[in-house]
């Protein structure tokens, strides 16, 4: 599930690339923005006595269990779950019920949904040993990333540094400006500490 859900994050930009996406966006968007019309008066059930006639009742649409699975993508299963989940997040919270959605609109939806399946299955499949462990480890370094702190005044601290080494050196290197070296400078700090730590905490051994 981890590596699914590793896998959905990283898709996000592909998915704006997709076509169906975009169906899938103006059905949904389509459906929200729908009014009711008012209906006329229907007089067809008045008898001749000028009684009302029973009406009808309305027919519920079937709503199934959030564990019931609502499609098989390659063999794999997405639940009601994952679906009411995913259209949530689609409609920004406006509609959550994969059941409610007509049947192009729920196709769409797990399309879309299929996706990261698809490509982490294929992946999985076609990529050797040492390139799933390259990801993986950029991943992590990302999501550590992420998790570090640093502050401006440590990144202008190491700043000053560099540029006083190349006014001792007399560099003939253009010293830019800090606005234009901050984030390149933070990265480096950062993966300086993330890189420490793993150090600090690994056990090395060497006969």
Do not use: C
């Amino acid at each position: 599930m981890r590596k699914y859900l590793l896998i959905s994050s990283i898709l996000v930009g592909l998915l704006s690339q997709v076509s169906y996406a975009d169906a899938l966006k103006n059905s949904l968007t389509s459906m929200l923005n729908e009014k009711e019309t008012p209906s006329m008066v229907d007089l067809s059930r008045l008898g001749v006595d000028a009684k009302p006639q029973r009406k009808p009742k309305a027919v519920k649409k079937r709503t199934r269990s959030k564990k019931a699975v609502v499609a098989v993508v390659n063999g794999r299963n997405i639940r009601k779950r994952a679906a009411d989940k995913h259209l949530k997040m689609r409609t920004k919270g406006k509609v959550s019920n994969f059941d409610l959605l007509p049947k192009k609109q729920r196709l769409r939806l797990v399309k879309e949904m299929a996706l990261p399946i698809i490509v982490l299955q294929r992946a999985k499949k076609e990529l050797s040993a040492e390139e799933k462990e390259a990801i993986l480890s950029r991943v992590w370094m990302q999501k550590e990333s992420q998790k570090a702190k640093v502050n401006d005044e440590e990144i202008k601290k190491i700043y000053e540094q560099i540029k006083q080494q190349a006014i001792e050196n007399s560099t003939s290197d253009k010293i830019l400006p800090f606005e234009q070296v901050k984030d390149r400078i933070k990265m480096q700090m950062v993966e300086k500490k993330i890189i420490s730590d793993l150090m600090q905490d690994s056990k090395i051994k060497v006969w």
